[in-house]
């Protein structure tokens, strides 16, 4: 990835997060979670929506160049230290610039993510990317993904992250990373945008699980709608080629990965779906949505924690998991 020079406000947000962070995070930087820990034949996926992790007009000046409030980045920071996370995605993040304060953030709390992905279209400040300990070896974004509503040609706004994490000689793992277009007004209406961009990530599984049926494909990310409407069962497709949700859920067992404050909303719309070759790797027991006070402050998303056994296991008696999903609810976000 091209670094970019880090503007003066980055510099500064960087240095002040720095000082916070350095002289104690509260815990060591070390630690785990020890109920979710991985054993040594497991890794760890973490996927967090960053809220607006970016350079953005935050005082009105008409200047975007206000970073995310430090107390925010300290807390996000803090709560991914604390997982560890082995492979992170992550949605809402800025700049390259602000990627790589990002990074440098995240190695000061002792997360030395060598292996990343950028995806960035156009000037876009709402960007995503992957940071792994395993190498990535291959790498194919989509960012050409187009679709028609009468006479418009729309791109995907966000585009689809696409690759492949070597874990061990003997086990790779394909992960695509997505976040769809949110519930804010658009002329062309928001709902059928984002169902044709589901159509068209749905269009990716299908060609990757045609090829390889056993494929260890993870869809993971923002998909900013509830489980039961239409741009998500466009994403799981039918019971021959289609993904499993996960639907992971804290210690109480609530599974809301959003808050929205100004309609005092909670509601799930953070996935992880799983193909019939990667299911019966998935540790059920480990995999969880972060439930932990600091996540109030550092966004207004919670994050997903899906562990993984780092051995192929075979998929032919996994069945298609189709689980109840909460009431749903419209959201601003």
């Not at 993040?93 to 990074?103: H, L, N, T």
């Not at 799983?274 to 299911?279: E, P, W």
């Not at 540790?283 to 972060?290: A, D, E, I, P």
Request: glycine content about 6%; charged content about 25%; overall charge negative.
């Amino acid at each position: 990835m091209r670094t970019s020079r880090l503007t003066t406000p980055a510099i500064l947000a960087l240095l002040l997060l720095t000082a916070a962070l350095a002289p104690g995070c509260g815990r060591k930087p070390g630690s785990r979670q020890a109920s979710a820990a991985p054993t040594d034949a497991e890794f760890s996926v973490m996927s967090y929506n960053l809220g607006r992790y970016s350079l953005a007009d935050r005082d009105g000046d008409g200047q975007k160049n206000d970073p995310k409030p430090a107390s925010e980045r300290e807390a996000l920071i803090r709560i991914i230290a604390s997982t560890q996370p082995d492979i992170l995605t992550v949605q809402e993040i800025g700049s390259p610039s602000v990627f790589e304060e990002f990074r440098y953030a995240l190695r000061v709390a002792g997360l030395d993510y060598e292996h990343t992905e950028y995806l960035q279209r156009g000037q876009s400040e709402i960007n995503m990317a992957v940071l792994s300990r395993f190498p990535i070896v291959s790498r194919q974004p989509h960012t050409d993904d187009t679709y028609t509503i009468g006479e418009a040609k729309i791109p995907v706004l966000r585009g689809f992250l696409d690759v492949e994490i070597e874990v061990n000689p003997d086990y790779t793992i394909r992960l695509i990373g997505a976040h769809l277009k949110s519930k804010v007004f658009h002329a062309l209406g928001q709902t059928e945008m984002r169902r044709n961009e589901a159509r068209l990530l749905n269009k990716h599984v299908r060609r990757i699980l045609k090829d390889s049926p056993d494929e260890n494909l993870l869809v993971i990310g923002d998909l900013n709608d509830t489980y039961e409407s239409a741009p998500l069962r466009e994403i799981m497709g039918g019971r021959e080629t289609g993904l499993n949700d996960l639907r992971p859920g804290d210690a109480a067992g609530a599974v809301w990965t959003h808050f929205s404050s100004g309609i005092d909303q909670y509601e799930r719309i953070d996935y992880a779906l799983v193909s019939r070759g990667l299911q019966p790797e998935v540790v059920s027991s480990k995999t969880h949505v972060l439930s932990d006070p600091q996540t109030y402050e550092a966004s207004d998303h919670r994050p997903l924690i899906i562990v993984i056994n780092g051995r192929d296991t075979t998929s032919a008696t996994v069945p298609a998991v189709h689980p109840q999903s909460p009431q749903r609810a419209e959201e601003t976000d």
